[in-house]
């Protein structure tokens, strides 16, 4: 019975560990060493942290890195800003049938992939487009509007994409609030603000912070909107790793690129679950 | 057993069938195997052909990650051929008695293959060719712009737009008075250029509308007369005139750019015989005369004018007088180092505000 029982668990076991193993450790294992090489000559290479040096002195490289950090917490803050009443609408105030009808409202736009998605956006925004048009047609503008190409329109695309996950996990901890909890707030002399923060967040911190850490990553490690929706002047870190790989056959720098984004996600996760005092198992769990 | 017999048979057959007839997994760009080009082959030769779209940068990343493996046949442009042959090897010599070189327009043959020779060994031989230039709308924007620095000029600020990539420094270096393919040899010199191209770009970068990615997206830049001129293909102009006869190629008064797309096998390809039956097949006039209609470009095929469109050739004449075609800057193949040189100064032309 008992190696029956342990059969299960490594059978069960084996693929969890074939993932890790083959897809997640051993390439990383191999970017770790292609990023602390140094060509020398055709076909000759050097073990040397020059890759990481030139990473880190490199002013333009650094600008982008922290370029990318900063306009992903900004997107994930804007995106709890406005997801937060959108959940706590769907999972308070709507009642039955409305509410699935919102919740499948904010799924929809994922069933076309991204690529449209993001296209969409262009049509919307560019300078021939609906927008544009529209203004012109009511007279609010005498020529033709570019909104496109701009932090503003990739700030959109970024918001937009990543809607739904943070809606999702803040209509499940919403949802688990007792309606008592907050009537007893306000008996007992609370205002809406003071219930806000003394009841309502507190309460959705779970779900606060687990769908920052997922926005966050997405946005992070976007590719598509910030290529498409950003223009010239708008290069993100995801785009250098993909020029340094792809375009200039650069692995090294590229595979040290790619260590200095997941040192940063990782801080920047840490960092967000010290701030609100809780642990990755708690969030997770 | 009569069933045994007859499976067993059957089996052996289709081994032996399966040993004569390959699949050539042919790595190449969008419109140099248009479907009734391949469908002709397959019936003929009773091969089969699974057909890869990508660019110059994306196969030899392909290769490079699989040490040459994946695909029997590629068409990188001849300028990176033997860079990366010398740097990664991850092609295969071709065996040029196996190649029909009659079909070839000698010149142009002779030319690819001396460019990727490495060592002694030939690497390529050229397919299809091309060049880089302005297509722009000429009733808006033909008065000003004459080469590519002039996409600079305040007249068409905002309609402006080109590619973060190495054939708009080149293009640049030459409109400034350069020459970059004689100072490819000397990693100084060409920094010094590249330098005064960076300044140049920078300077500029307020002008551009956007730095574009894929040829589908300047298509509809310019269509939608969002851009007025830009650094772009030459069949991309040609492409746009059939909607719009303002809009063509023209030819910069500094030299259009050459490029040569070339055939390799390579490292770890699996099926030569039919890389080389393709590669015969492509070349009779006829096919290639359809690969051009496809494609836009003319071939190194011999005789395969005679075949293509007249339509195609009337803009090709009218982008091209004689002194345009003498002026084409032709790609030399690349040395190693000077790509990083070139990556730094766009990366910097990119962050630049």
Known sequence: ?285 | MTRTILLTSILIAGLAGAAQAETLRLLTWGGYAPDDVVQMFEEQTGHTVEVTKSNNEEMIAKLRATGGGGFDLAQPSQDRVMGPQMEFGIYKPIDMSKIDQSQFIESMLMATMANTTVGDEVYGVPHVWGTSGLVMNTAEAGEVVKDYTDLCDPAVAGKVSYRLKRPTLIGFAFAMGEDPFAAYGDEAKYTEIMEKVEAKLIECKANVKTYWGGGDELMNLVRSGEVTASMAWDTGGWKLNDDNADITFVAPASGALGWIDTFVLPAKGQADEAAYAWINFVMQPEIAARITAAAGNFTASAGADEFAEDALKAKYQASFPQEAIDNIKWYPPVPAGLESIEGEVLDRVQAAN
């Open chain 1, 1 to 285: 019975m008992r190696a029956q029982s342990r059969i299960a668990f490594i059978l069960l076991l084996t693929p969890l560990l074939l993932w890790l193993g083959l897809l997640i450790l051993i390439p990383h294992i191999d970017m770790a060493l292609i990023s602390l090489r140094e060509r020398i000559s055709f076909g000759v290479y050097e073990t040397s942290l020059l890759q990481y040096q030139k990473a880190l002195t490199e002013p333009l490289y650094l600008r982008t890195f922290w370029r990318t950090a900063v306009m992903s917490v900004l997107a994930t803050a804007i995106t709890l800003l406005i997801a937060f009443p959108v959940a706590y609408y769907i999972a308070k105030m709507a009642r039955g049938r409305l509410q699935q009808v919102l919740f499948m409202l904010c799924l929809i736009p994922f069933y076309v992939s991204e690529l449209v998605r993001t296209f969409g956006w262009m049509i919307l925004l560019r300078e021939t487009g609906l927008i544009s048009n529209l203004l012109q047609w009511a007279g609010l503008a005498d020529q033709p509007v570019e909104m496109l190409y701009n932090d503003a329109a990739m700030m959109v695309g970024l918001v937009y994409t990543s809607m739904l996950f943070m809606v999702v996990p803040l209509v499940t901890t919403l949802e688990s609030l007792d309606d008592s909890v907050v009537e007893a707030g306000y008996d007992l002399g609370g205002n809406g603000l003071s219930v806000l923060r003394e009841i309502i967040i507190p309460h959705a911190m779970p779900g606060i912070v687990s769908g920052c850490i997922v926005v966050f990553m997405l946005s992070l490690g976007n590719y598509l909107t910030p290529t498409m929706l950003g223009g010239k002047d708008s290069l993100w870190f995801t785009e250098m790793i993909y020029n340094q790989f792809i375009v200039r056959s650069n692995w090294e720098l590229g595979a040290a690129f790619g260590f200095m984004l997941l040192v940063l996600s990782s801080v920047i996760v840490w960092g967000m679950l010290r701030l609100t005092g809780r642990t990755l198992q708690e969030t997770m769990g």
